[in-house]
């Protein structure tokens, strides 16, 4: 993997380069960098060594979890008053899928923050179409497991943000599963 990808963490100010990845696989404006900035996001990327091209992103945030989870529509009782780790959005080009670059991000994301001590919560894209997204086995991998699903996850967000969902358009009715990772 290394041979042919590097990865690391990008600055505020370089933000603005994943999101034409963003607009292409989780549809057109669904993030800003502005939006990354101001709910205090971290962005890994993986490169292409190569042609240094981003070739997938993962955006996450540390911080209470009644911020992120009131957001995203998430009860849990037991996580409402502490800290926690929450995975915003994750995306591989389509060329670099199915070669273990999103383990490998979700990997760098527990790496990073397994020293903290906090718990990990990350909603998983669930198409319309039912597919399985390859998200679900790199969680699985890094020992996530899922805890319920959300249908319709999206559709408030999309409406409000006038994004377009690439499976199913606007407003978006795609479902999300939450997934969990205890700190070890």
């Known amino acids: 993997m290394n041979n042919k990808y590097k990865i690391f963490e990008i600055s505020k100010d370089n933000f603005d380069k994943i999101i034409p990845l963003s607009d292409k696989y989780l549809g057109d404006l669904y993030l800003s960098k502005e939006e990354l900035v101001q709910n205090g996001m971290r962005v890994i990327v993986v490169s292409d060594i190569r042609s240094k091209k981003i070739v997938g992103f993962i955006s996450f945030g540390v911080g209470e979890a009644q911020k ?3 957001e995203s529509k998430i009860k849990s009782k037991s996580l409402m008053n502490s800290d926690i780790v929450y995975i915003g959005s994750i995306a591989v080009e389509k060329a670099h899928q199915a070669k273990g670059v999103g383990t490998w991000m979700l990997e760098e994301v527990v790496r990073k923050t397994n020293k903290l001590g906090l718990d990990t ?3 998983a894209w669930l198409k319309k179409n039912d597919d399985v997204p390859a998200i679900y086995k790199a969680a699985d991998r890094v020992f996530f497991k899922p805890l319920y699903q959300i249908n319709d996850y999206w559709k408030e967000r999309s409406i ?4 377009l969902c690439i499976d199913c358009g606007t407003p978006c009715c ?3 599963v939450i997934y969990s990772r205890k700190s070890f």
Do not use: D, G, H, R
Not at 160 to 163: A, D
């Open 121 to 123: 919560i990350m909603p």
């Open 174 to 176: 795609c479902s999300a």
């Open 68 to 70: 992120f989870l009131n």
């Open 160 to 163: 409000k943000e006038s994004w």
